[in-house]
């Protein structure tokens, strides 16, 4: 037991030394040293590797993103005295006249066709619908002229953004030529050139056009297919794991749900798009009956549903994990005083475990949020331009969103995928975030 | 000679005016394994009757039997038949819910909820519907932690979570959480292992003024503690009842040789 061996010093001292001071036992340390040593490295170079991705991976969404928060307006001087323009008719009337003879009016030397429509095209083929949000919204412009913002097209709003690479190419590998270079320069010279906030980006929903294309219809589409999946998912797990952990017998059958559970857990989520699409869409037809079908295709309500059986599993199962971690003095200190079984579960068990609940559901509908190819087989991949209003509406979801921009070739829609993928993931760390803080502040009260 | 007639009479007619819970071969099995081995208990009312023996011996098993809490545990199967002031309460007819109001327990280690103190108290009478209006409820709690001596020390913060208490208050509080339904018997599952000395003298004094209005059960691995407390005594040894008896005939005269060593210390 003690390694304690004499050991003569040379002068007559005997000095007690310990055993593991043999060149042995040193080399055999500093063996263990070195390994130690090398493990622990190899761990930090780890950790560093991923912070480098993880770095990367943020830089080139938040360097690609960040153009897309903002955009370039041109101010258009827009005759509103024309007789056919009315208070009444302001919010349907069709701008396109004016915005054309506004803006070729501020550059009364370009005459011909061709010119003139390549003039035109620096503006957005959406400047007429902006152009009648804003009257909309001004009405007493009404019967005067006034100077109007409109949206730049992407490639002008690009070009002064100085996103379109080298300008000094021949003209013929650019996507901009030299005459609208002069034009544009001329405007920014006129001071009609303002770059804003792009609230165009901000509250609309898809289009064609990059420049008036908008993330606010995939926000709302995810939002309400959430809304569908934690009605769905949250009452049904919760009672689940209830039932499961507080009342149902322990026996085969159930170690057979519990291990069920735990495998669908894992299922790919393309399977529960396959599952919503056989059930809620087509139905299952067994001749006499037919079960489910009739669900409508691409709405936030389908989507919630399939979401919703994604998300089951994981709620059961976090569920589960937060009402096993309520000590079982609780629940005998309320059995003791005579409170029934389901007294004791709903007064106190349920209450103590619900920042375990809830934290698990966040984390949860994180993951639903983020999910994209259990929509794809469910329809929601269509081109919405509306914002959907009802469960019922055509909606598309974030991700999806993403998934479609990323799809487009222009370079306006690249900045778009980064600025919505980096919503996408603000809305992650959010939801992740807030997991994170309830945990900490309900952890363990007894 | 007076109860020996009356013992003799109640004994005549099927009653026992004496006895307020009896035990008849009760035998509780965990699944194959057999905890406890036919046995037969008689407690006395307004008397604490402390259940003494080795670890393991199934004191706890017993006492969990009184107020059926081990119904709760799904391979536990209990036999025999224990009766409360002579019904039987294994019987169908008969609500665990009801029964746990009269039989009380009290846990080795103090578990109260983790909410404030007058909710520990509060809420038994509350869900068994003894109070009517909130006015009544707040009497019941002043007076079962005054009967529980907390009164004086936690009057001023009664909003205070249970669990803030040391330890010794908050068994003292979980026995007026007990008190608080007004059970006739209350059962104590070594009260005093989780409390130092002082709060333990405490614990005691309160157990032994208790006496007067409540029926008590005390499992106890102190012998002093069963010597100071309790007037009847019961020795279990592997599942079985040894010996019973009055406490000071046990201490003093223990007739069968292995409540002797054991209470001489030779096993425990
Ligand atoms: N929940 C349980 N499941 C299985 N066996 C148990 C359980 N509780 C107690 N036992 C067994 O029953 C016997 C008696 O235990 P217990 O009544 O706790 O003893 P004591 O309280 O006298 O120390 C022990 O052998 C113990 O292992
Ligand atoms: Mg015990």
Redesign the pocket.
Known sequence: MTDIAPENMGDGTTVTRLRHHSPERRARTAKRFAAERRFKYLGLSAVLLAAAFLVLLLWTVVGNALPAFTAHYVKVPLDLTTEKLTKENAADFNYRKIVRAGFGGLFPDVKKRREKRSLNKLVSSGAAIAARWEVSDNLDWVGTKAEVLLPLSDTADLYFKDLLGDLSRPESERTISDKEIAWLKELDEQGRIERTWNTIFFSNGASRESEMAGIWGAVVGSFLTLIVTLALSFPVGVAGAIYLEEFAPKNRLTDLIEVNINNLAAVPSIVFGLLGLGIFINGVDFGWFTLGGGSPRSAALTGGMVLALMTLPTMIIASRAAIKSVPPSIREAALGVGASKIQTVFHHVLPLAMPGVLTGSIIGMARALGETAPLLMIGMVAFIVDIPGSLSDPATVLPVQIYMWADFPEIGFQQKTAAATLILLGFLVLMNGLAVVLRSKFERRW | MDTLVDNIIAEASGKEANIKMRCRDVSVF?AE?Q?LNEVNLDIKPKQVTALI?P???????FLRCLNRMNDT?D??RVTGEILLDNEDIYDPSIDVVDLRADVGMVFQKPNPFPKSIYENVAYGPRIHGLARGKAELTQIVEKSLKRAGLWEEVKDRLDEPGTGLSGGQQQRLCIARAIAVSPEVILMDEPCSALDPIATAVVEELIDELRQNYTIVI?THSMQQAARVSQETAF?HLGNIVETGSTDEIFTNPKDPRTESYITGRIG
Request: aromatic share 12%; hydrophobic share 30%; glycine share 18%.
């Open positions: 965990y394994k905890a023996g670890s393991g011996c199934g004191k706890s098993t545990i391979i536990c499992v279990f």
